[in-house]
Structures are given as structure tokens and as C-alpha cells.
């Protein structure tokens, strides 16, 4: 059902873009309608752009099935270490947190450091200090850590594989415009498998995770980290938005630029200024899902 208030506002996630087995496509497209769901009802009942996109990725953080908060991908020694953003178009701040554990909703701690703190990024023992200071929730590191990452874990020693297409990538991001116009973005993950201790990906970096100009528009980003860095994926693409392309071909031709300039796979969600969403991804699978109008939209 569509009202007035519902015609301008917009919200899509993501649950990580990689070569998902068929056995998951069900239940990772049921975990990020649920989240664009959740968010849905935080920008219908008046709340902010920030607002929605923090509680779509804080369901996805709770759902073990996504690697961010519980369920994140483990080091190469067996560790946690999570890294996040979040982003406001309105005035361009950002806050991220890299590195940490004890933390089951990152994305929130970033959203403090970016409202706290006079800095963008906090990472390892100074952001959980942070945490500490301002009575932020710590949990045990074995409530973040799943069988299902464990085992993967455990794949990876056993194959001595390098980091790839192999194993899962399933970050988590959102991309939302409010009544008021303002847009936000949101990215958080455990990373990749077997990354080495200290890793940090392009998830809480600026322009490359995410990135959201009210201006112009908002973009998540998810996959090859080391290759959406070299390429800051999410201002690329928000670059071409302002260049004139559509959402849907600004997220392509990025994509298609981090292959042939690095070849490298991932995927994006993006919001142009007026709502217009683009999707895409590189890899064979992303479950994403969009409201629009009242409509949900999803697919993997
Ligand atoms: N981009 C993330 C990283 O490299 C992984 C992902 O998107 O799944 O840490």
C-alpha cells in the first residue's frame, strides 16, 4: 500500500556479492528482504536516511547468515576482526571502525564515531576503548564466531587456498533517501576468509565501502577489497552519477572499470539524488532488495 509520504523515499541493501551455493539462495534473499524490511519501517515512521540505513545493516549483523557482526569471516589465525562505515550526504561526515571485535553491531559504533568523536575512523584497542567509554555493548568474541565460519575457517587450512571466489564474502550494506531528501550508506563485514591479522578491506573506507553525497547520490559497495580500493568503487560511481549516467549504468560501468583496470569482482547498490536505484554485481551472485513506492523488490 502506497501514501503520499511514501513517494520519495527509497531503501536497498545488500548481503554480499560472491559465488553463492544454491543452498544458501533462498535464505540469504528471505535475510536481506527482511533487513530492507526493517529499515522500510524505520524511514515510513519518519526517521532518517542514517536511521534506516543503521537498522537494515544491524539486522543483517544479527543474521548469522551474513558475514558482519555474527557470523563474520575469520582471520587466518581464527579471529574476528570486523570493519564498518556508516555516511551522511547531508553534511558528508562519515564514521568507520576497523579491526575490532566484542562488537555485534559495528555499524553502530561507526554512527558514534562519526556523532562523537571529532575523527572519521577508530580501529583495533582504540575503538573498543571508545566502546568502553561510552557504555557502547561488548559481547564475548565467540557469540560473532558460527559453526558455519568455523568450518569455513577450517576449508581454508585444510585446501591451503588462496583468498578467492571460494570462499564467502557476504558483507552487508544499505543505501536510503529520507522525506527530507537526505541520503545515507552503510557497510559493515568480518571481511574475507583467512585474511591476514590486521587486514582491513575497503568496507569502512570512504569512496570505496560506501560513500553518499545528497547531492548526487549513495553507493555500498561489496567484494574483491583490495580491488575496490584501488578504484574507491562507491566515488567512482557516484562520480558517474554526476557525469549524467543512470543509477543502473553508473553501477555497471564501475564494475566493469575495477575488472578491466584490476580485475576485479564485486557488486554495488547505488541511489541516485531522486531515488532511482542501480544494482549490479560481477560475481554470480548478490542477494539485494529494494522498497520503492511500497514495493518490495529483491532478487540474488
Ligand atoms: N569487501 C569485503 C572485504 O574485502 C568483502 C565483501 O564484500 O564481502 O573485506
Not at 557502547?136 to 568474541?141: G, Q, T
Not at 578504484?231 to 564501475?254: D, F, I, P
Amino acid at each position: 500500500m502506497k501514501n503520499a509520504d511514501q513517494e520519495n523515499i527509497v531503501i536497498v541493501v545488500h548481503g554480499g556479492a560472491w559465488n553463492i551455493p544454491e543452498s544458501l539462495l533462498e535464505s540469504t534473499r528471505t535475510g536481506v528482504e527482511a533487513a530492507v524490511r526493517e529499515g522500510w519501517q524505520v524511514l515510513i515512521a519518519g526517521g532518517s536516511a542514517l536511521d534506516a540505513v543503521e537498522a537494515a545493516v544491524n539486522h543483517m549483523e544479527d543474521n548469522p547468515l551474513f558475514d558482519a557482526g555474527i557470523g563474520a569471516a575469520l582471520t587466518r589465525d581464527g579471529d574476528v576482526e570486523l570493519d564498518a562505515i556508516i555516511m551522511d550526504g547531508k553534511t558528508l561526515s562519515a564514521g568507520a571502525v576497523a579491526g575490532i571485535t566484542h562488537i555485534q553491531n559495528p555499524v553502530s559504533l561507526a554512527r558514534k564515531v562519526m556523532e562523537k568523536t571529532s575523527h572519521v575512523m577508530l580501529i583495533a584497542d582504540g575503538a573498543l576503548k571508545f566502546a568502553k567509554e561510552i557504555g557502547f555493548p561488548l559481547v564475548k568474541k565467540e557469540t560473532l564466531i558460527t559453526d558455519e565460519a568455523l568450518l569455513e575457517w577450517k576449508r581454508f587450512h585444510s585446501f591451503n587456498h588462496t583468498i578467492d571466489e571460494l570462499f564467502s564474502h557476504d558483507t552487508v550494506g544499505a543505501v536510503a533517501l529520507d522525506k527530507e531528501g537526505n541520503i545515507a550508506a552503510a557497510t559493515s563485514t568480518g571481511g574475507i576468509t583467512a585474511k591476514m591479522p590486521g587486514r582491513v578491506g575497503d568496507s569502512p573506507i570512504i569512496g570505496s565501502g560506501a560513500y553518499a553525497d545528497n547531492k548526487i547520490g549513495g553507493a555500498s559497495a561489496t567484494g574483491h577489497g583490495e580491488s575496490i580500493m584501488k578504484v574507491t568503487l562507491t566515488r567512482h560511481a557516484v562520480y558517474l552519477l554526476e557525469q549524467g549516467l543512470s543509477a543502473q549504468k553508473a553501477a555497471e560501468n564501475s564494475l566493469h572499470y575495477m575488472f578491466q583496470r584490476v580485475h576485479g569482482f564485486g557488486g554495488l547498490i547505488l541511489l541516485d539524488r531522486v531515488g532511482n536505484v542501480g544494482i549490479h554485481f560481477t560475481t554470480t551472485h548478490m542477494p539485494w532488495a529494494y522498497i520503492k513506492n511500497g514495493n518490495l523488490y529483491s532478487g540474488v
